[in-house]
């Protein structure tokens, strides 16, 4: 990119596009850019017409979290419900109530971690279907699309917690 007696590349090509517009008739409107800048420009315009995407996604996000967490509270009320003759089954053989709570809380936990394992892991296929369908949509996508390392971990004690959370709620009365 340039040894210590010619300017680096991206200089030259700034120099070159300098010296056009000084070429250049100041009636036209045209004037020279570089290709850095104009991906830049390009870029930069892209982001400012999509910038209402992000929110929209966290917004669906926020309605995901909480329908999830609607259907997780329902479920293990089902199954409280459905393992009531179980539970009176151990306090009649001498369990405490906590080691029956326990019981409910060990389920959840079982629950939450392979429910979130499994919900990252489909995730990251129907990610991966999406990438792979776009290009023969005339849009490929180039950015990073594979889970961060930071993020696995987050979305398993996210859907661990919402269990953990939902599992020791009263079941409604029928």
């Known amino acids: 990119y340039g040894t210590p007696t010619t300017p680096p590349r991206d200089a030259r090509r700034q120099k070159l596009a300098d010296k056009i517009n000084k070429a250049l008739p100041r009636a036209d409107q045209a004037y020279a850019v570089t290709g850095d800048s104009m991906r830049a420009d390009a870029t930069k315009s892209t982001q ?10 966290l917004i669906f996000a ?4 909480f329908v999830g967490s609607f259907i997780i509270a329902n479920t ?4 409280v419900r459905e393992s009531m003759r179980g ?8 369990a405490s109530p906590s080691q029956v ?7 959840a936990l079982v629950l939450g971690l392979t429910g979130s394992a499994l919900g990252i892991g489909l995730g990251w296929a129907m990610i991966r279907l999406i ?10 996508l180039t950015g990073a699309t594979n ?12 859907g ?4 953990l959370v939902g599992a020791p709620l009263p079941p409604p009365h029928p």
């Open 101 to 107: 709570f326990a019981t409910v809380i060990v389920q």
């Open 147 to 158: 889970p961060t390392p930071s993020g696995m971990p987050a979305a398993m004690r996210g």
């Open 160 to 163: 661990t917690l919402v269990t």
């Open 62 to 65: 926020v309605i995901a979290l």
């Open 131 to 140: 990438v792979s369908g776009l290009p023969h949509m005339g849009t490929p």
């Open 76 to 79: 293990f009320a089902m199954i």
């Open 87 to 94: 539970y009176a089954l151990l306090r009649s053989i001498g």
């Open 48 to 57: 400012d017409g999509l910038g209402f995407v992000q929110p929209l996604i």
